[in-house]
């Protein structure tokens, strides 16, 4: 009988996995090109959308603070090296977006906390 219980189990494991993998992940649906801009928190926590294809044309659903809206992706590769401590530059926005800066160079936030052209990590 104890294992009728453990198969029981096994299965509905099985099922919970299959019933809870994100679309994403099996295909249909495909996240859109390019980078999400770093954008700025927006205070009400609106979830204007949850995937991509929640959103028109090229846009991607973007991170906002606690909230998520619908934006024109970067479409600069690569990612925005982490900023652990404060490195010497401008403490002024050089830029908004990576179309902003020369060659493949991206708009991260700095050490200041605004945002410059900065190679980015692939």
Same mark, same amino acid.
């Given at each position: 009988?104890?294992?009728?219980? %453990?198969? %029981? +189990?096994?299965?509905?494991?099985? +099922? $919970? %996995?299959? +019933?809870?993998?994100?679309? *994403? ?7 859109? @090109?390019?980078v999400c801009p770093q954008?700025? @928190? ?8 949850? +995937? ?14 606690? $909230?998520?809206?619908? *934006? ?5 590769? $690569? ?6 401590? @404060?490195?010497?530059? %401008? ?7 990576? *179309?902003?800066? *020369? ?16 190679? @980015?990590?692939?």
């Amino acid at each position: 009988m104890p294992a009728c219980r %453990l198969c %029981l +189990l096994a299965t509905g494991l099985l +099922l $919970g %996995l299959l +019933l809870f993998t994100p679309l *994403s992940a099996t295909g249909t649906r495909a996240e859109k @090109p390019g980078v999400c801009p770093q954008l700025e @928190p927006i205070t009400d926590c609106v979830k204007a959308c949850i +995937l991509d294809n929640d959103c028109q044309d090229n846009y991607k659903c973007c991170q906002a603070g606690c $909230g998520s809206v619908c *934006s024109k992706p970067n479409e600069k590769q $690569g990612t925005c090296p982490s900023v652990d401590f @404060p490195k010497l530059g %401008l403490c002024e926005d050089q830029c908004q977006m990576d *179309s902003q800066c *020369s060659g493949n160079m991206k708009c991260c936030r700095n050490g200041c906390g605004k945002m410059g052209c900065t190679t @980015p990590k692939f």
